[in-house]
Structures are given as C-alpha cells and as structure tokens.
C-alpha cells in the first residue's frame, strides 16, 4: 500500500518537473502551461510581452532603429566622422573606444599568436583567424542579394551600401558621397591637403597609406606578385588582379549611356566625360581644357621646353617616356598589339582601339549642332569648322 502510493508521487512530482521544463523553455511566462499554449499558438489575440524588442532609438540620417541609446550614438559618430578617442602615441582618432583599445596592439611590441604557415605574428587572436582565411580561402560572409562572399565582416558591410540608394558618408565640403567612412576621411584629405604619410628615404608625403607602400616599392625595385601567362611582376597584388583581366577579357565596369564595357573603373570614369563634354584638366598658360590628366599633364610640358627622352637611333626627343617607347617600335617593327577580329597589328593601344571601331560601328564622338556621329576626334574637330565658318 505505502508502496504504491510512493510511485504514485513520484510519477506525479516527474510529471509536474516536466511541465515545469517544458513551461520554462516555451518562453517564461507566468501562468498556467495552457495559457502559455495559447500564446504562441495563431488562435490566441494575446502575444508575448517578453520576446517583443523595443527599438525608441532612430538615426536622423539613416533611420535605422536601436534598442540602446549609446549604439545610436556611435552610429551617429560615423556619419558626422567624430572621432572623439584618440590615441597617446601616433594621435590616431577613433569613433569607439573599443576600436581605441584594438589599435592600441599595434604599439605593443609582443605578439603571441603565429599564424602556422606564413609565420605572421598578431597581438590578438581573432587578427589571426581573420589572416588565416587568407591561406584557406574561407568566405563565411555572404551578401544575400548578390551572392558575394567577403573575408570579413566589415567588407560585407561596405559591400552591401552598394546595393542602397544614399551612401550614407557624405563630404560637407563638396557633397560627394561614400560607402565607407575611411573612403571619406581620405577624400576629406583633398580639400585640406594633409599628407600625413611620408616616406622615410626622399620624405615624399602622401594622403594614402597605401600610395606610400607604393612610392616605396620604387626604393626597394620589389616586385613580388608576377602573371602566370605573360610572367610580368607587379609590387602589389591589386595591380596584378587588375592586369589579369587584359587575359581572360573581364570587364567589370559598365557605361549606362552607351553600355560600352571596361576593364578599369578609371578607364570608364574617362569614357563618360565624352558623354557629358567635361574637361576637368585647364593648362594655366593657355587655358585649353583636357579631359584626361595624363594628356594635361603631356601638354603642360610643351610650355617648359623640356625633351627628356631621346631615341638613340634618331636623337629625337620626347616629353614622356612612353612616347619614346612607342617611336622606337618604328625602328624596331615591333607591333605588339593585335586586332581579335582581322588580326592587323598596331604600334600602340590607342590605334588598335581607333581600328576597332571599325568592327563594332562605334562612333563614340557626337557633334552638339547636327548630332552626326564620328569614329576619332579628329575628325569631330575637322566637321566642326563647318558650323563654325
């Protein structure tokens, strides 16, 4: 008798922990296991109170809503770039203290975590998790509407605000906006003029650490990233990347006026000037206006008088370098750029892209008064004269 009223408690008192586990795990919430049923069951009108996040906290800027005041204030620094935590010993500012407090490893000289296959020592070990993707190719981070995947979080980050409308880092000077709070601190630099890198052989300074890692290059003649078809070496692997798609025929950068495609963003910044007629480059002695800096640049030394460049074979001079290489493929009979289409070969690439035009019907040049069409410039120029007597 006493026996099995025993296991009768028992299996009531196992009972009851169960509803008091399975009450527990549900949500929480007060009150009787059916009620709580009902809660997170579609019949019931009633929700939790408990699992509901309360967002008070808006940007002004971007309207993104937090449920803390003090994330809204670091989000608020980003935009208006405060920096109000700086570091004691190289000046550098920051927008959190938390990113105060990782640079400050930079200046600690031990560094106990080795990365195993190249040896890379860091001061932190997430800095050697994140290193150690570059060796086993891992892209955990992954844009759900391109399908891209990123090293890093914060590349994820900045990737995204290309698929947004605003970039939400906007200049106050000029209004230009960026994806990424470091692309305008360094354009910031170039109304102020700060160079704060500067090379410690010619004191060359820079608004870029990176244009000075390769100013240095020119010092040390390293060249360590070479192509495997063509076997040319590079001092940085962004260059290398960018000379690979001369073989496999990438072009990323596309016109949205003429859909013309192109293998460098720089290459395409300078093809929409022929759209909108914008010549940023004045000479200051004659006043004519250009439209690439590298032909202002070549003009500028007209004025000066000055032939560096000297073909031994002939004694004629030239203002640049590259035109001294492309005259000495007259003597040479090197003609090292080739038509895909009729294979005719060309001393240079701007006379291969002339002919090619010929294939695709291109006529990029457009009179502003009669609207006709041209393959070259020249004779843009030469049609002109008729309206203009």
Not at 77 to 98: Q, T
Not at 171 to 197: D, M, W
């Amino acid at each position: 008798m006493y026996f099995q009223f025993y296991i009768f408690i028992a299996i009531k008192v196992t009972f009851f922990s169960e509803y008091i586990l399975m009450f527990n795990l549900l949500c929480f919430y007060q009150g009787t296991l059916n009620e709580q049923l009902q809660v997170h069951s579609a019949e019931s009108r009633y929700s939790c109170d408990l699992h509901r996040v309360v967002r008070p906290y808006f940007c002004a800027v971007c309207n993104t809503a937090f449920s803390k005041k003090r994330i809204l204030i670091k989000l608020q620094r980003i935009h208006s770039a405060e920096c109000p935590y700086a570091c004691a010993v190289c000046k550098k500012a920051f927008s959190s203290h938390s990113n105060l407090t990782t640079h400050h490893c930079i200046h600690r000289l031990e560094r106990p975590y080795i990365c195993e296959v190249c040896n890379m020592a860091f001061s932190e070990k997430r800095s050697l998790m994140t290193h150690q993707r570059k060796h086993n190719g891992e892209s955990p981070y992954l844009c759900k509407v391109c399908n891209k995947t990123f090293k890093h979080k914060s590349s994820l980050r900045t990737h995204q605000r290309i698929h947004s409308d605003e970039p939400p880092f906007a200049c106050a000077v000029c209004n230009k906006a960026f994806s990424c709070q470091y692309h305008l601190i360094t354009h910031q630099r170039t109304h102020s003029g700060e160079r704060p890198y500067a090379c410690p052989v010619c004191n060359k300074a820079f608004s870029e650490r990176g244009y000075l890692t390769i100013h240095q290059h020119i010092h040390s003649g390293e060249r360590p990233y070479t192509c495997n078809v063509c076997h040319k070496a590079f001092s940085l692997k962004y260059s290398l990347n960018i000379h690979q798609r001369i073989h496999s025929d990438e072009r990323p950068y596309l016109c949205k006026v003429c859909n013309k495609t192109f293998r460098f963003s720089s290459s395409l910044q300078t093809h929409q000037r022929i759209h909108s007629c914008e010549r940023p480059y004045t000479c200051d002695v004659c006043h004519k206006a250009f439209s690439i800096r590298a032909s202002f640049k070549s003009h500028i030394l007209i004025h000066s008088g000055k032939r560096l460049y000297a073909c031994e074979v002939c004694n004629m001079a030239f203002y640049h370098k590259e035109k001294l290489k492309r005259h000495q493929r007259i003597h040479s009979g090197e003609r090292p750029y080739i038509c895909d289409v009729c294979n005719k070969a060309f001393i240079d690439k701007d006379t291969l892209r002339r002919h090619q035009r010929i294939h695709t019907g291109e006529h990029p040049y457009t009179c502003n008064v009669c609207n006709k069409a041209f393959r070259q410039r020249c004779n843009l120029k030469r049609h002109l004269r008729i309206h203009s007597g």
